[in-house]
């Protein structure tokens, strides 16, 4: 591949999920700032939308990486369960065994038993949901159940979600008023605009090893950013694409 020929370590523009190409841009670092922050608050409810594309996995991942030892995190990344299922998920998340012909009452009572616990040794329990508009119903009602486990003094559960802009559309839905409510912190992330599709670029090639020789022209970024709208996940395939065509012609510039 053309790594040799860049000078790079590493593919810079990878779709996978890598916390290390974390860009701590205005808009990401502010979503990341506010779910430290309304966690360590103890807030019991959060939600971070964005189109597809805008990163919301990667986001997902490094807040999972930064939360302290206070907390003992359950991640659920695809939430297209049924109620029973998404609660034996948050069972294997806290490291319970639960057998699968176990009533879901049972498995609450278990459930509730070991948040009680986790509590008791001063660790936050966080449930972590990516792809959250793609929760059936029935299955978002059993998610707002679960947010009623609480002492006296604090609730068990805290819950992140993370979804598309139809998350938001079902939670309006008159039937979900309940949860909605719930939600005490919002945030949508945008994609990039010139200078920080720029940024995000040059990020990236830092990070996977390039000594500054490699360059995209302002004219070719300007073009990069018109055909992507400034989606990271777009931005990266029309970049490692550009750099297959660059290795091609021998070039270093694009």
């Not at 038993?113 to 986790?118: A, T």
């Amino acid at each position: 591949m053309y790594l040799e020929h860049y000078g790079l370590r590493e593919l810079p523009f990878s779709l996978t999920p890598d916390t290390s190409y974390f860009f701590a841009h205005s808009n990401h670092q502010d979503a990341l700032n506010t779910l430290l922050v309304a966690l360590q608050n103890s807030e019991g409810f959060i939600k971070v939308t964005g189109e597809v594309g805008t990163g919301k996995t990667l986001l997902c991942r490094k807040l999972l990486n930064l939360l302290g030892d206070q907390f003992h995190t359950a991640y659920i990344p695809n939430p297209f369960l049924t109620p029973s299922a998404l609660v034996h998920a948050l069972g294997d998340e806290l490291g319970l065994q639960l057998p699968r012909n176990l009533g879901q009452h049972r498995a609450l009572r278990e459930i509730t038993n070991k948040l009680i616990e986790l509590a008791g040794d001063g660790k936050q329990v966080v449930l972590i949901i990516d792809e959250a508009q793609a929760m059936p119903d029935e299955t978002m009602e059993a998610l707002r159940l679960l947010t009623n486990l609480e002492t006296e003094k604090r609730k068990l559960l805290h819950v992140v979600l993370f979804g598309q802009p139809e998350l938001n559309q079902r939670l309006s839905e008159p039937n979900r008023r309940q949860l909605l409510q719930r939600i005490t912190f919002s945030y949508e992330l945008k994609p990039f605009d010139l200078e920080s599709t720029a940024a995000y670029v040059n990020h990236r090639l830092t990070v996977a090893g390039s000594n500054g020789s490699l360059q995209f022209r302002p004219e070719a970024m300007k073009i990069l950013f018109q055909a992507s709208n400034g989606f990271p996940r777009l931005i990266n395939i029309l970049a490692h694409k550009a750099l297959m065509l660059g290795y091609g012609q021998g070039k270093q510039t694009i």
